[in-house]
């Protein structure tokens, strides 16, 4: 055992532990200590070497591809240091799948680390993976998938589909992607989305301002969005995790996510909540009225994951 102290070890034996953490200290230190023009100047330079190197570079085989604002950000921190794993070496996700599918294959590996460096930080051969939250809800993310990256297994956190989409709409406004009050906004989604994922078929490269922030009830409506993903990775490949549930009791179902992916058991520890927005409640009547219009996607969701949905159980 050499590189790694005590605490990096767990009492499974001589297995590293914490490699996300230090690499993601290592480059927050390193972005810190530069100005912004030379930060975007090492972010290229460091994605060249990734594309001129791509050849021996790990492809992941797991993507948690969202739900937006369903504790997406947590569980990559608990992957980013699970032993096995290794993340992505630039960025969180990369958008491949959605936004930046034109850029090739190439582009993407470049975001993954070298296969000899990833085996010096993992127990095992070492697996690699990515979140990009978009890839859900894009429609054509999950075919994309499927076709550069056979076997991939993909991870889809689900949440309270009403409080998703208020918590949605508090992230995106305090982003300045929108400007008016959830109620509004609501009202104009089926305006601002007019065609919009229509058109990210049909235009080859395109992409959608509103189809990406403007979606509050549309990426909510979990049902058709996990059929396409099971429709084209077979159901196996698919991951569901509640996350309400998660978040109750992370160290269960973390450990029952890791089993579900073949990866060995890992004790996460205390669980942190990454990204979270707190805000005013919404007043109950239009908490009411959305939750009627998610019936039907809770009764599919009900299907697959074998019960009712958590936020069924809460009232």
């Not at 051969?125 to 978009?134: D, H, I, K, T, V």
């Not at 990426?219 to 490949?237: D, I």
């Not at 996460?268 to 005013?280: D, I, L, Q």
């Amino acid at each position: 055992m050499t590189g790694h102290t005590a605490a990096e070890v767990t009492e499974r034996g001589s297995v590293p532990v914490g490699h996300g953490k230090r690499t993601r200290r290592w480059s927050r230190g390193v972005r810190d200590a530069l100005p912004p023009g030379l930060r975007r100047t090492a972010r290229r330079m460091g994605l060249a070497w990734g594309m001129a190197t791509a050849r021996w570079r790990l492809l992941p085989d797991i993507i948690v591809v969202g739900a937006q604002r369903a504790g997406t950000t947590t569980l990559f921190r608990l992957l980013e240091e699970h032993p096995q794993l290794v993340r992505p070496t630039l960025v969180k996700g990369t958008g491949f799948f959605d936004d930046d599918f034109h850029r090739g294959m190439r582009w993407y590996a470049g975001h993954f680390p070298l296969r000899w460096s990833a085996r010096s930080l993992t127990s095992g051969p070492p697996r690699s993976f990515e979140c990009s939250g978009y890839y859900l809800f894009h429609p054509l993310a999950a075919e994309r998938i499927a076709r550069c990256l056979p076997g991939v297994q993909v991870v889809v956190m689900v949440r309270d589909p009403v409080e998703r989409a208020h918590s949605a709409h508090r992230h995106e406004r305090a982003r300045g992607f929108d400007d008016v009050d959830f109620e509004e906004a609501v009202r104009r989604e089926p305006e601002r989305l007019a065609g919009e994922g229509e058109r990210l078929v049909a235009v080859p490269g395109s992409t959608s301002f509103s189809h990406r922030h403007h979606a509050y009830l549309g990426r909510s409506h979990y049902a058709h969005q996990v059929r396409r993903l099971r429709e084209v990775l077979g159901p196996e490949r698919v991951h569901l995790v509640e996350a309400d549930r998660f978040f109750a009791e992370p160290q269960k179902e973390f450990r029952r996510l890791q089993e579900s992916l073949g990866l060995d058991p890992w004790d996460c520890g205390e669980v942190e909540a990454w990204n979270a927005r707190p805000g005013a409640g919404l007043e109950p009547g239009l908490r009411k009225r959305l939750r009627a219009e998610f019936a039907e996607d809770d009764d599919e969701l009900s299907i697959w994951l074998g019960h009712a949905p958590i936020w069924h159980e809460e009232g």
